[in-house]
């Protein structure tokens, strides 16, 4: 577990994530909602996410998933390519994940079975 805390949260991490928390929240501040509504939305949507799971212990986070649904709307090609900067994702072997369908996935897999 310490392992697993340290690659986040050590301190030679902790500038890094802190300006990576404040990138995150400056796309939601423009957006007018909050980060973890922010979060929640750009899960659902990815097409490769079929369901979110999620839990809430107050009432107001059961709130902030429910409005979290508002915001899908919202993450743009041109938001989610932000977001997907500031956190490092990469698409796979150059195929923007919003734009394969299962016509593509033939395609996919062939191009990842020949890198090996």
Do not use: H
Request: positive net charge; hydrophobic residues 40%; contains cysteine.
């Amino acid at each position: 577990m310490k392992r697993i805390y340290s690659q986040y949260f050590a301190e030679d991490k902790k500038e890094k994530l802190l300006k990576l928390l404040n990138a995150l929240g400056n796309i939601a501040m423009i957006l007018k909602y909050t980060q973890s509504q922010l979060a929640m939305a750009w899960v659902l949507a990815n097409t490769d996410v079929s369901s979110a799971i999620t839990s809430a212990t107050r009432p107001e986070q059961l709130d902030d998933i429910v409005k979290s649904v508002q915001v899908v709307k919202l993450i743009t090609p041109e938001v989610n390519k932000e977001i997907n900067a500031i956190l490092g994702n990469k698409s796979m072997c150059g195929i923007d994940d919003k734009t394969y369908g299962l016509k593509k996935y033939k395609k996919r897999f062939n191009v990842i079975k020949n890198q090996y």
